[in-house]
């Protein structure tokens, strides 16, 4: 044990409260409830985080109509067709039980119609309506009601607490060191298994819809660890993020069902512009397309004066807006807009990442004792993610975690943690405060918000992408000289240079995964290489460490394990 630092010793580290860590939450406590279950979050439990956000509602396939077949191939079509078909399988297969558990066990209450039945809405790139909700504040009640049921058992909630870095050894996770933000000081968690639940880092971007707390911390830590990732070029682009000015609400999401009911998106021309990009399926198209052909747009001169295009629902009816919206109408209406009324100003904003640590069914990562779900895992969505299918995600595969480790656990021992990792990593935590002169962390993040907006964003190419890893270089250096002043308890500024740093990591893994791909798909649209390539590029880009500074990139053939690839690509 490191003198000086707490430690506390666990059966499961739970990294993460959203959606997929409050699941594996319940779940590895109700496999066992003699299990010692750390959880902890970098904000607040049930408060912060993505889960909470999430407006529009949950896939499931509920109606005799439809099927799983159908909720599958609507998935992996609108993943570019290389999402890992188990994963996408198991996505589409367990949400309907999981709806059921949520409802009848968690305790969630969804919108029913006069029927009913639970009221399942259209949402864009799916062949039925088959999105459940609960008006137009789905996450709120989902994420209220599984922290209700975690802190009625007994799991230890550590907030305000963020991961700097997983401690491992013989290639088996033994636990993470954490900051405690309100202290100021470290801690580390040795346990048997640490699920990953941490959330994307879609921040780096200038315009991005999560929650302000996320930076990819879990990413950038997997990835110093020796995690294997796939598909780190695909990070969605939301196409109808408000704009608000400098106003913290400028690129949160105004949500899929706005298009769903019929919402329609002008250019400051007024051209429906989607008939250009998407005729048959316009608006409703999938949000890759739609994106692409509000941001070609924007750049063809063709956007309003703020960088933008207008979404316009309001030929619907005032009443049927606010009846159906009310969230939104009221997020509009704190930026002195009218959503019922009159078109918003809108823009693409960085949103989901569907790549991230690889993993299997029950979401163990190639390194032992590993857990991942959620955001921080990559291969459920392929290309491109449906909206409705990432709360599913999360709960599905925060439940199969939960499950997975809470095996796991009942057969190893504890690992012991390696003392000179964890006074390395404390070590590196603290360097910015003994500098004499450096960087600033939040000039640096403003200039890195430009950069992947610029050089690796909605539309990229190889000038922009070798121009854009090679300023991240320079950044990574420059971030390793940031210079802090002050105390460590509830030092933002120390917060903020940790939150650059891991971010910087994201990017870079982003524009060298996005350089290599040379095609367009889903959510990487290369403007040099502006068409999909299915002789070549049905194939994942998957990457790991590869000693301290160097990514190894290889790639594998997508695998069409549940249909065949001539059966679904024609």
């Not at 009640?141 to 058992?153: K, S, W």
Request: charged share 25%.
């Amino acid at each position: 044990m490191v003198k000086g630092i707490e430690q506390i010793k666990a059966d499961i580290l739970i990294m993460g409260t959203g959606g997929a860590g409050l699941m594996a939450a319940l779940h590895a406590y109700d496999a066992n409830p003699e299990l010692n279950i750390v959880l902890s979050v970098k904000g607040l439990a049930g408060k912060s985080g993505c889960t909470r956000m999430v407006q529009g509602g949950y896939n499931v396939v509920l109606d005799p109509d439809d099927s799983h077949e159908k909720h599958f191939k609507d998935t992996i079509k609108g993943g570019g067709f290389i999402n890992n078909q188990e994963l996408a399988w198991t996505l589409v297969t367990d949400a309907t039980k999981i709806v059921y558990e949520l409802e009848n066990k968690v305790g969630c209450f969804f919108d029913r119609g006069s029927d009913g039945y639970l009221h399942q809405k259209p949402f864009a790139g799916q062949c039925f309506d088959r999105t459940i909700h609960r008006r137009d504040l789905t996450g709120i009640e989902i994420i209220a009601r599984l922290r209700d049921q975690v802190f009625a058992r007994d799991i230890q909630v550590l907030e305000e607490c963020r991961g700097l870095d997983l401690l491992t050894r013989n290639n088996r996770v033994a636990g993470a060191i954490l900051l405690d933000i309100r202290s100021g000081e470290p801690f580390v968690v040795n346990s048997r298994a640490v699920i990953l639940a941490t959330g994307g880092g879609a921040t780096m971007y200038k315009i991005s819809a999560p929650s302000k707390e996320k930076s990819g911390d879990g990413t950038a830590m997997a990835f110093r660890a020796g995690a294997e990732f796939v598909d780190m070029e695909m990070l969605q682009f939301h196409p109808t993020g408000l704009l608000a000015g400098e106003s913290q609400l400028s690129g949160s999401v105004l949500e899929e069902g706005l298009r769903g009911a019929g919402g329609r998106l002008f250019n400051a021309e007024g051209e429906r512009f989607m008939e250009r990009y998407d005729p048959d399926r316009m608006e409703r198209s999938t949000r890759d397309q739609v994106a692409r052909g509000a941001y070609l747009e924007i750049m063809a001169g063709r956007g309003t004066h703020s960088g933008g295009v207008f979404l316009d629902i309001s030929h619907l009816g005032a009443g049927f807006v606010e009846r159906t919206f009310p969230g939104m109408v009221d997020r509009v209406k704190d930026i002195g807009k009218d959503l019922a009324r009159e078109p918003i100003e809108v823009s693409p904003t960085a949103h989901f990442h569907m790549g991230g640590v690889r993993i299997d069914r029950d979401c163990h990562s190639n390194l032992e004792g590993l857990f991942v779900a959620g955001e921080d895992a990559g291969g459920v969505h392929g290309a491109n993610r449906l909206g409705g299918n990432g709360v599913a995600e999360s709960t599905v595969f925060g439940a199969r975690a939960g499950d997975a480790a809470a095996s796991f656990v009942s057969e190893c021992n504890l690992s012991a943690v390696d003392d000179a990792q964890v006074n390395a990593v404390w070590q590196e935590t603290i360097r910015p405060f003994s500098l004499s002169d450096g960087e600033d962390a939040y000039r640096l993040r403003r200039e890195l918000k430009l950069l992947t907006w610029e050089k690796i964003g909605v539309v990229r190419s190889r000038e922009q992408l070798l121009q854009g890893i090679q300023q991240l270089d320079e950044m990574k250096d420059r971030a390793e000289r940031i210079k802090v002043k002050g105390g460590r308890q509830y030092n933002m500024d120390w917060n903020e240079a940790l939150n650059v740093r891991n971010l910087i990591t994201v990017a870079r893994m982003v524009a060298q995964s996005a350089l290599i791909r040379e095609e367009s798909r889903g959510s990487h649209y290369r403007s040099d290489f502006p068409k999909t390539d299915n002789d070549n590029w049905l194939k994942n880009i998957l990457l790991i460490r590869d000693g301290k500074e160097v990514i190894r990139f290889y790639s594998k053939a997508v695998m069409f394990s549940r249909i065949p690839q001539e059966e679904i690509i024609k």
